[in-house]
C-alpha cells in the first residue's frame, strides 16, 4: 500500500532546496495549500475524554468512593464497538461507556485520506504485532498491523465494501440452529448500516437492494486507474461474467468494481466518522472514553454463578488502574486478536494455558483463542508499460515532488480527487477454484475439497492495485508498476492467539498457520496461474512491458513449472488483515467460545461482538459483516433488557 514518507518529503525538499522554489512551482495559492494541508495534518479533536478519573474509579477501591455505574461496558471502540455504543444508547435507558485504548481515527489525516493509511503502519496509531514464523511459509514472521484508534481496523483498511456472500451467513444458521443468522434475516443489518450513494457512472447498480438510510456511506467515489478498468474487461475475457454489483441475486460471483466505504467528499467513512456523530456524542447516556486500555474483566461469584460486572483499565503499564462497573452487561469488542486476549487475561481461557502463565481460572473455556483464520494473499508485480504509476507517493526527484504537491492540491484543496483518493483495492473479482469455465479439467485434473459455504460462493478472490508494493506499502519498486493480487476466501489452515505472559501490556503470541493444509496453496496456485493469464489478456495487456523482463517482477512468471510458482507462493505470501473466528460463534459441544446471541458460556452478562465470532470466515471482506454483526447485537440487547 502507498507510503507516503512525509519527513522524507521534508528532507528532501530542504535537500533540494526548494522551498523557496516551491513558491515559483506552484505558484502562492499551491503553497498556502500546502500550509492548509500541515495545519490538517496535526488538527487535535477534544471530544472524547481521556481524563479516566472521570470515567472510572482508581483500584484497589478500599475506602474509595464506589466506582462508576453504567448499564452496559463496551471494550473496544473500533469496527463493531461504535456501531454497539451507538445504537444502545439511542435508548434513553441505556447508560453506556465505551472504553478504547487509542485516540481518535478521524482526527488524523492519514487514515481520512483513501491512499494513506498504509503511513499509519509504523505509528502508535496501530499495534506492532507480528506473527509466530510460518513454517508452510519458508518460516517468516508477519507484520499483522491492527489499528489503535477509534473506529478500529475500519479506520486503516482498505476500504472495500464486499460482505462475503449469502450463504456465509446460511452456514452460520444451520451451524447455530439460529434462523435469524440467514441471509434472509440477517441480510437486512447489512441494509441498516448502508447509506448506499448512487452514481452516474454506474447506472447498472440496482439501488433497491442496497441500504438508503444508514450511517455507512458506500459507494463510487474513490480514483479509479486504468489498470483497475483494463482488469475487469481482462477478467470478462477470460471467462469471469462481468457483474454490476456484487450484490445481485445470484450470488457474488464474478467481476466489477468494488464499492467502497468513502463518501462524496472522497473521505474515509469509519465506524467512528459514521457512528459517533455530534448527536450521538451530545447524548447524556454514552460516555467514551480515550487512551483507556481494558486489563481485565472483573467478575462476580455468587453461589457459583459467575457474572460480569465491571472493566478494570488504565492509561500505561505504569499509569494508575481505573475500574467502572456494569448494571446490565460486558461486551468485548476488541477485535480478533485482543478480544480473547482479555478473556484469558481476566480468567476465561483453556485453564492449563492461564495457569502457566499464574492467571487464576474464572472458568475454563478451552476455545478462546483457537481456530484463528485469516486470508492469505499473494501479489504479483508488474511493470507499468505507460510509466504512469504514482510512484511519486515516495519521492526522489524534484520532479517528484511536484507531483506529489501537485496530487495534495488536487485532494485537499481544489477536492477533486486525483491520485491521493484511491483505496488502491479499485477492481475485484470472486471466483471458484473448481469452475471448470477457469480451471478445465483437462489442465486441472486434481479435484480440491470445497471449503465454500455453498455453490454460489467464491473461494478465491482477484484484485488488482495501480501500484506494486512490499512490506505493507513501505517499499515500491524503481520502475513504474502495477499489481495484481489472488486470495484465498476459505482457508482450511487455522491457528491460534496465545499469551506471551500474565502482562496486559505484552502484546500476545499469534499464528494462523498459513499454507498449512496444502489445499489451500493448491487453490492459491490456482489463481496465480489465472492472474499470470489475466496479465497476459487484452485489454490488460495494452499496460503489460512486453520488453521488461527483470526477475523480481512477474513477466515471465507464467513460464514456471506448479513447482516453482508454489515455491513463490511460499516465498510471497501475506495477511490480507482479516483476521478472524478467535472467540467463535458455535455451539457449546462444538467448540463454540459464545452462544447465537454472542454470550460467552459459562458467564453471565458477558458477550463478544467483532471478528472473533465468526464462526467461520467469510469469502470476502470482513469489515461489512463487523458493523451488521454489532447492528443485529444492539437490537438483541436492547430488546432483552425490555424483556427484563
Ligand atoms: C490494513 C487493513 C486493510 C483491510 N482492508 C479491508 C477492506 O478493504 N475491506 C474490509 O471489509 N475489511 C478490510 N480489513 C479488515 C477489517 O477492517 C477488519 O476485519 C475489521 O475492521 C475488524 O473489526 P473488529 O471490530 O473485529 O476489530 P477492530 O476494528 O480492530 O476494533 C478493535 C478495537 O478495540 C480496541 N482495543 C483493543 N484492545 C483493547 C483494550 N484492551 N482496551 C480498549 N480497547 C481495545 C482497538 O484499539 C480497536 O479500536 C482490513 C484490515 C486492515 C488492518
Ligand atoms: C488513462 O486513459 C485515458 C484514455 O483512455 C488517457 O487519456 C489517460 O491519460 C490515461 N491515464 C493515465 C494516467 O495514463
Ligand atoms: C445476493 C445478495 O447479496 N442479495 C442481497 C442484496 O441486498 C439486499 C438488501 O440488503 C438483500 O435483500 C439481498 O438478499
Ligand atoms: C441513564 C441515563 O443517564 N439516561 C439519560 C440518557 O440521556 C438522555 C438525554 O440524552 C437523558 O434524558 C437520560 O436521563
Known sequence: MAFLDLARLYTLLEKLKVTSRAHVLLGSGGLAAFVLVLRYLFAKDTKYISNLAKVG???????????????????????SGCVLAARLSEDPNIRVLLLEAGQSGTALTFSRTPSLFARLFPTKHVLQLRSEPQAAAKGRTQFWPRAKMLGGCSAINAQMAHYGSPEDFDEWAVFMGDDSWTWKNFGRYFTKFENYQPHPDYPLVDASARGADGPIKIGYFNTVTNTSKAFIKACVNVGIPFTPDFNVSTGTLGVSRIMTYIDEKRQRVSSESAYLTKDVLARKNLTVAINAQATRVLFEDINGEKRAVGVEFAHSSNGPQYSALSRKEVIICAGAVQSPHILMLS???????????????????????KHLVDHPVVDLYFKDKHDSSSKYFQPNSVSDVYKLLRAF??????NTGGPLATNFGESAAFIRSDDPALFPKSEYPETLPDSTSGPGSPDLELFTTPLAYKEHGKVFFDVHTYALHVYLTRPRSTGEVLLRSSSPWDIPSVNPNYLKEPEDAAK????????????????LTEYLDQEFKRGDLDHQSHLKSDEELLEMIRERVETLYHPASTCRMAPADKEGVVDSQLRVYGIKNLRVCDASIFPWIVSGHTAGACFAIAEKLSDDVKASFHTL
Open 347 to 369: 480468567g476465561v481461557g483453556p485453564a492449563a494455558h492461564l495457569k502457566e502463565h499464574g492467571i487464576p481460572v474464572v472458568h475454563s473455556l478451552p476455545d478462546v483463542g
Open 524 to 539: 492459491l496456485l490456482r489463481g496465480v496461474r489465472l492472474l499470470l493469464k489475466i496479465a497476459q489478456t487484452e485489454p
Open 409 to 414: 492540491v488536487q485532494y485537499f484543496v481544489l
Open 57 to 79: 474509579r482508581l483500584t484497589p477501591p478500599a475506602g474509595s468512593p464506589d466506582p462508576e455505574k453504567y448499564d452496559v461496558i463496551i471494550v473496544g471502540g473500533g469496527t
